[in-house]
């Protein structure tokens, strides 16, 4: 079913909206929230979480990608639950963008205006394959074996590109007045 029949659904409050939506992206969100959460029933939760918060959120929310409005919404409550899960056990199973640049950048919430205009800016400018793997490690939450094992590189090329794509958006994020 196609993305506006299934939002057409959320309007309606046709409770099939959550059975097409699971039918169309509801094993690419258990990945992605598996991805972060590392276990399997933590990311059906975490989806079935997300089903709701879309449900209530739809109308008045019409986005323009649905996939892309549920797998934020999954990625927020899975890093949640996985900051929960973790926050006695201090583990780092999962890296952030904020992790790695956390030595480079300092605190940058004071002024987030036009950040995401800028990150999208910087991703148009990395060739392709790097930022295929700089989206699977920082969106998806792929650990770099995993990336490895898709792309056929290996594990110290991709962690060489990250590292060099990680200090250009510093360099663009210096010059942007961010505190650095």
Not at 16 to 41: M, N, P, Q, W
């Amino acid at each position: 079913m196609e993305d506006q029949n299934i939002i057409a659904l959320f309007f309606d409050r046709n409770e099939s909206a959550i059975t097409e939506t699971d039918a169309a992206y509801g094993g690419r969100l258990r990945r992605v929230s598996y991805g972060i959460t590392g276990d399997k029933r933590d990311a059906e939760e975490c989806v079935n979480d997300a089903y709701l918060s879309v449900w209530n959120s739809i109308p008045p929310q019409r986005p323009n990608s649905l996939f892309a409005y549920l797998c934020e919404t999954v990625r927020r409550i899975s890093l949640t639950k996985y900051r929960y899960n973790t926050a006695q056990k201090r583990r780092a199973n999962t890296v952030s963008i904020d992790d790695e640049l956390s030595e480079v950048i300092a605190d940058t919430r004071d002024d987030t205006s036009g950040l995401a205009e800028l990150l999208n800016s910087f991703l148009a400018e990395l060739p392709e394959d790097s930022r295929y793997i700089f989206m699977r490690r920082y969106y998806y939450a792929d650990g770099i074996e995993t990336i490895s094992k898709i792309t056929g590189l290996g594990k110290n090329a991709i962690s060489a590109r990250l590292l060099r794509a990680r200090k250009r958006l510093a360099e663009i994020l210096k010059e942007r007045g961010y505190k650095i």
